[in-house]
């Protein structure tokens, strides 16, 4: 007795399931002329794919112009240990973040992942030392746990999406943002 009453309900929670996945799929999201994918890839980003996951989280709240999501290898996310986090950006919203494993021990590696994807996104560093500032990456010290960008870098990031800038956006590589703390630096 007991199973055909299982399968029954086995029967009818699947019709509730594909009923409300079709429910989604007749209602899609309104539709935006500049939206653009960033995918991004974690399959070599090891510890730090659950950063990558939360940076581009940030990125698309703080944004309205491109949605990141793990669709494709627009961009890869990858580690390293030693040498410094960088960025090799080889047009908008496309290249490879690399993580330095021993500096993210000593700066947020949640702030040095959502920067390093800033440059992917056509960010430049501004080292001015503000913690409010994303892209002022190590200059704000290892006490800067900020990953957030700042409301005039999120909107530079809108406007090269939005608009026809892409190709003012060139290839580049950003090293250095993150330099190791003054004492290391010191025993060396
Ligand atoms: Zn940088």
Known sequence: MRKPKLSRLLATLAAVTLSALGAVAVDPAPASAALRNVCYNTSQAGPFATYAVQ???????????INMAQCGSNLVISY??????????????????????????QYSPLRIMTHEIGHILGLADNYNGNCAILMSGGSAGTSCTNPYPASAEAARVDSLFGFAARSATPAQVFTGSWPAPTVVAAQR
């Open 55 to 65: 940076a581009a989280s940030i990125w698309n709240n703080y944004t309205n112009n």
């Open 80 to 105: 390293t240990y030693g040498g410094g986090s960088y960025a090799q950006r080889t047009s908008l919203g496309n290249g490879r973040v690399v993580i330095d494993y021993y500096q993210a021990q």
